[in-house]
C-alpha cells in the first residue's frame, strides 16, 4: 500500500472516529424521553452573562428623583441613565433588575435606540435589562399622587 493510498484511509478512519465519540457524548449525556430539552441542556437553565444592576449605576439626569440604598423617590417625574459598561475583554453582557412601585408608575426603558413605556400597578415587578451600551430609565407618576416611590427588587407577577 502506497502512502498515497493510506492518507485518505487514516482520514476517513478519523472522521469515524468523532462521529462515534459525538453519537456516545450524545446519547451518554442526552435528555430522556421526548419532554423536552436534553438534560445537558437544563443544567444551563440559570446560566446568565450578565449582572444584578445596582442603584449606584443609576444616574439622575432628568425631572426630580432621588435615590437610595434600594429605592427611587420621584417627585412628578424622573429620567435615570445607566452608563456603559462592560469593555473589549468583559464576559458581562447585561445588566438586570426588577423594579417593584408602591403606587402606578409609568415606566419608559429606552436601551440601544428603540423604547418601550409600560404602565405598572402598585406592588407589580417589571423587568429591565441594559446592554453594555446603557440606557435610560424615565418614571412618572400615574394619578394625582404628587411623590411615588420605586423599590428595588422583586415584587409580584402582573403580567397576565
Not at 487514516?10 to 469515524?16: D, G, K, T
Not at 435606540?113 to 435610560?136: I, K, L, Y
Amino acid at each position: 500500500m502506497s502512502t498515497g493510498n493510506r492518507k485518505p484511509l487514516i482520514f476517513v478512519a478519523v472522521l469515524a472516529v468523532v462521529a462515534i465519540a459525538v453519537f456516545a457524548l450524545g446519547a451518554g449525556f442526552g435528555g430522556r424521553g421526548s419532554g423536552g430539552a436534553a438534560g445537558w441542556q437544563d443544567r444551563f437553565a440559570g446560566f446568565r452573562l450578565g449582572s444584578d444592576l445596582t442603584m449606584a449605576e443609576l444616574r439622575p439626569t432628568g425631572g426630580s428623583c432621588r435615590t437610595d440604598a434600594n429605592r427611587i423617590v420621584v417627585t412628578g417625574s424622573c429620567v435615570l441613565s445607566v452608563a456603559e459598561f462592560g469593555g473589549p475583554f468583559s464576559f458581562e453582557a447585561t445588566k438586570q433588575a426588577s423594579f417593584v412601585p408602591a403606587s402606578p408608575v409609568e415606566i419608559t426603558l429606552a436601551v440601544e435606540g428603540t423604547s418601550a413605556t409600560q404602565e405598572v400597578d402598585p406592588g407589580c415587578q417589571v423587568n429591565t435589562v441594559f446592554g453594555r451600551s446603557g440606557g435610560s430609565l424615565a418614571i412618572s407618576c400615574r394619578g394625582f399622587v404628587p411623590e411615588c416611590v420605586v423599590q428595588l427588587g422583586p415584587g409580584r407577577d402582573c403580567s397576565e
